[in-house]
């Protein structure tokens, strides 16, 4: 148990002597949050007083004990419960680890620090293995550290930010953060040799077997791993230098130093995914490359950001300028060439027609080569973003940032599944039919047909993408079928033999209403081309792909996946909080349109929640079994309608907070709103998904059953064979059951050995 020994006596602290100071008053605001419970308001207010302690040398000792104190309570509150979350239960106490070890050097002979150090190093190690059952130890290790150096990599930025903030006129008011940093960095590299260990002693392990031996998979993972070294080797080089840079209090080398490492980190991460997963990542860092330009380019004054949104107040952090900015686009796209290198090897062999490759594979293969073009594109749009930011040119950087996304997006979109390409032909319809109304007028005429002649190709590729998609789930239910046929117990076959009765229907309506949705759009194609009115065959192809998405319209799959979505979000914004005005600013556009995006889709889940409330009250006779009755889905729909007043609050308050010009306002009613709108989600979820009978005792209970099936089974066997012998035999056995009884009593009291 983590002593509280210092949190007793903090309160006292301006008392205790010595010169009154705001950095004090500050720390005593996070020993008031810290006993309240309020662990990140804690966490946030004694960083704050660490930082600006300065020289005085009780109030460092202190703030660091008890950061230590709430990093370690944060990290047990995480780490249980049904949202535990062990990663960041991880990460916590990692940074609980590190304070304490700041307190322990300031005052070596404290018996308390040395005890609560022991105590959280060992809690590390067991959130670690915890962690870390089940799963492949390298990469979660590696996933981890990846974590922990994008952690730092914030902090710097950070205390560059308040180091030019306030003008230079105290050099050593963030010593300890930057100090600090530098231990961090210490502890990344110590773990990346560990994974270095744990690389090499898998490639010894495969080694060992004759190459005969080894199967493709293994050979296949000895590349990776021996990639991996060589990335790791690269980070901990840089992850080094960003360590002598904070030690030397140099904070903006610093953080390109941390930059560069973490690139190195995720380069040797990558090694061990999949193209596809890697190609992902790779999209989600050129947003945030394409974000960062557009904030460059709006404080140049290149770029209008909108009424509602200002451009950068104070000085222009060193990692946007261009030319850095630049280095991280070239990063990406070395990242994105070993990416179309992977996919390109996978489809220069053609097939052996001896050995053709199983159908899966087969279609696997072309998904890669319709990919392929769009990689390559992506690729050149990233190295002429690259040049562009190196000259300085940032609106045409942007141009080609954004060229680089819809490439990425394109070619990502070529593996998604039939639900996912549905969703996505659905948004892409309802964007047509918008830019075909008389609302969108006001766009430039030649930019509006450009927009909506690409949407309707991209659709109508998608449409018969649908069809392929649709075919191979009809396939898939032949394996299924021969599944259900194996069923020993009648009444589960009968069930699987219904359920993919009712499989093929819904995939047989599916490709009707697809058919229906394409003739739609080659109606619209035609008046297009003829210049007739086309919003009326873009609305019926509307209606037919909605009916399409309602056909897979899972409410509690939707359900689970917003609560997820706005458990993030809450993350997001917590994080926003802990910033200032400035660091936070380019935050609100994503908090914002994903807090809106979430009530659109909690006022989609209510209506459909409502609806089969209703036609459930009007069904005649009895509902399916495990169907939620009317009362409960009218409950569950009430409960996400609650939750969608909550995220209209978040967003408020979010906008409001955007909006403020002159002070920093408060996120945390934003993030309350976000919470109690999870609570009600959760209790939606909870009401439709009743909880079901332990699996444990349904499995014994299957088994009992199964016991007394086979024991009635052998007595009828017995009295058959009894009746087959006649009297004589009956007598037999009698007269062997008297002579079984009277061994048994006489050996009652033997002695027997120990049963072991």
């Given at each position: 148990m983590i002593r509280i020994v210092s949190v007793l006596c903090a309160l006292a602290l301006v008392a205790c002597g010595g010169e009154h100071r705001d950095a004090r008053d500050t720390y005593n605001e996070g020993i008031t949050a810290l006993t309240s419970g309020d662990l990140e308001a804690a966490e946030t207010?004694?960083?704050?007083?660490?930082?600006?302690?300065?020289?005085?040398?009780?109030?460092?000792?202190?703030?660091?004990?008890?950061?230590?104190?709430?990093?370690?309570?944060?990290?047990?509150?995480?780490?249980?419960?049904?949202?535990?979350?062990?990663?960041?239960?991880?990460?916590?106490?990692?940074?609980?680890?590190?304070?304490?070890?700041?307190?322990?050097?300031?005052?070596k002979d404290d018996a308390d620090t040395q005890a609560n150090l022991a105590i959280i190093r060992a809690r590390v190690q067991a959130i670690s293995d915890e962690l870390n059952k089940g799963a492949g130890k390298l990469e979660a290790r590696l996933d981890a550290l990846i974590g922990?150096?994008?952690?730092?990599?914030?902090d710097a930025r950070g205390a560059w930010i308040a180091i030019k903030s306030a003008g230079g006129t105290d050099p050593l008011a963030q010593q300890g953060t930057l100090t600090h940093l530098a231990d961090r960095?210490?502890?990344?590299?110590?773990?990346?040799?560990?994974?270095?260990?744990?690389?090499?002693?898998?490639?010894?392990?495969?080694?060992?077997?004759?190459?005969?031996?080894?199967?493709?998979?293994?050979?296949?993972?000895?590349?990776?791993?021996?990639?991996?070294?060589?990335?790791?080797?690269?980070?901990r080089t840089r992850i080094a230098d960003a360590r002598r840079k904070f030690q030397e209090l140099a904070a903006e080398e610093g953080v390109a130093k941390a930059e560069a490492a973490l690139i190195s980190l995720k380069r040797a991460r990558e090694q061990l995914l999949d193209p596809i997963t890697v190609l992902r990542g790779v999209a989600q860092d050129e947003l945030e490359v394409l974000q960062d330009t557009a904030r460059a380019s709006a404080a140049a004054g290149t770029l209008e950001l909108g009424p509602n949104v200002s451009a950068p107040q104070g000085p222009l952090p060193a990692w946007l300028a261009p030319p850095m900015i630049g280095e991280r686009q070239g990063g990406l796209r070395d990242r994105l060439e070993e990416v179309r290198a992977r996919l390109a090897a996978a489809t220069e062999h053609p097939p052996d027609p001896a050995k053709p490759a199983p159908p899966e594979q087969a279609k696997l293969l072309e998904r890669v080569r319709a990919a392929l073009p769009s990689v390559v594109e992506a690729s050149g749009a990233m190295d002429h973003?690259?040049?562009?930011?190196?000259?300085?040119?940032?609106?045409?950087?942007?141009?080609?940032?954004?060229?680089?996304?819809?490439?990425?997006?394109r070619a990502i979109e070529q593996f998604a599944d039939l639900k996912q390409t549905i969703e996505l032909a659905y948004g892409e319809q309802k964007r047509l039919s918008g830019l075909l109304s008389p609302e969108s007028e006001k766009l430039p005429a030649a930019e509006r047909s450009k927009e909506t002649r690409d949407?309707?190709?991209?659709?109508?590729?998608?449409?018969?993408?649908?069809?392929?998609?649709?075919?191979?789930e009809v396939s898939g239910l032949a394996a299924k079928e021969q599944e259900a046929a194996q069923q020993k117990d009648p009444k589960q076959a009968e069930a699987a033999k219904q359920q993919l009765v009712q499989m093929k229907e819904q995939l047989t309506h599916a490709e009707e209403l697809r058919g229906q949705a394409q003739a739609k759009l080659d109606e619209l194609d035609k008046a297009i081309t003829l210049a007739k009115d086309p919003l009326p065959p873009a609305k019926e192809t509307?209606?037919?792909?909605?009916?399409?998405?309602?056909?897979?319209?899972?409410?509690?799959?939707?359900?689970?996946?917003?609560?997820?979505?706005?458990?993030?979000?809450?993350?997001?914004?917590?994080?926003?909080n802990g910033e200032d005005q400035f660091t936070r600013e380019p935050r609100y556009p994503t908090l914002i349109s994903r807090e809106d995006g979430h009530g659109q889709l909690a006022k989609a889940i209510t209506d459909?929640?409502?609806?089969?409330?209703?036609?459930?009250?009007?069904?005649?006779?009895?509902?399916?079994?495990?169907?939620?009755?009317?009362?409960?889905?009218?409950?569950?729909?009430?409960?996400?309608?609650?939750?969608?007043?909550?995220?209209?609050?978040?967003s408020r308050i979010l906008v409001k907070a955007r909006d403020a010009k002159q002070s920093s306002e408060s996120l945390l009613p934003s993030v309350k709103s976000q919470g109690k709108a999870i609570e009600h989600l959760e209790a939606a979820l909870k009401l439709l998904q009743p909880p079901q009978q332990n699996d444990k005792k349904q499995d014994q209970q299957k088994q009992d059953q199964q016991k007394q099936d086979q024991q009635k089974q052998d007595q009828q066997k017995q009295d058959q064979q009894q009746q087959k012998g006649g009297a004589s035999q009956r007598a037999r056995d009698e007269d062997a059951r008297r002579q079984k009884e009277r061994h048994k009593q006489d050996g009652a009291n033997d002695p027997v050995e120990k049963d072991w």
């Open positions: 207010k004694l960083l704050q007083a660490r930082s600006a302690a300065g020289v005085d040398p009780e109030l460092r000792f202190r703030a660091a004990y008890d950061l230590g104190i709430a990093y370690a309570l944060h990290a047990d509150k995480v780490r249980t419960g049904k949202d535990a979350d062990l990663a960041k239960a991880l990460e916590l106490a990692q940074q609980a680890a590190s304070w304490f070890g700041d307190a322990a050097r300031l005052r922990e150096q994008r952690s730092i990599l914030d960095e210490r502890g990344v590299v110590a773990e990346a040799g560990v994974i270095t260990d744990l690389a090499a002693d898998e490639i010894d392990t495969i080694g060992k077997k004759p190459e005969d031996k080894r199967d493709d998979q293994e050979r296949v993972r000895v590349v990776q791993l021996k990639n991996v070294d060589l990335y790791l080797l690269d980070g973003a690259r040049e562009a930011l190196t000259a300085a040119k940032l609106p045409d950087a942007l141009a080609q940032e954004r060229a680089a996304l819809i490439a990425l997006s949407g309707l190709a991209r659709n109508v590729a998608r449409l018969a993408r649908l069809k392929d998609l649709i075919a191979d509307e209606a037919k792909l909605e009916e399409l998405r309602k056909l897979f319209f899972s409410v509690i799959e939707h359900l689970q996946q917003l609560i997820r979505d706005q458990g993030e979000t809450r993350d997001q914004t917590s994080t926003a459909a929640l409502a609806a089969q409330a209703d036609a459930a009250g009007k069904q005649q006779g009895p509902s399916k079994p495990g169907a939620p009755d009317p009362k409960t889905l009218a409950a569950a729909a009430d409960e996400v309608r609650q939750a969608q007043t909550e995220m209209s609050d978040a």
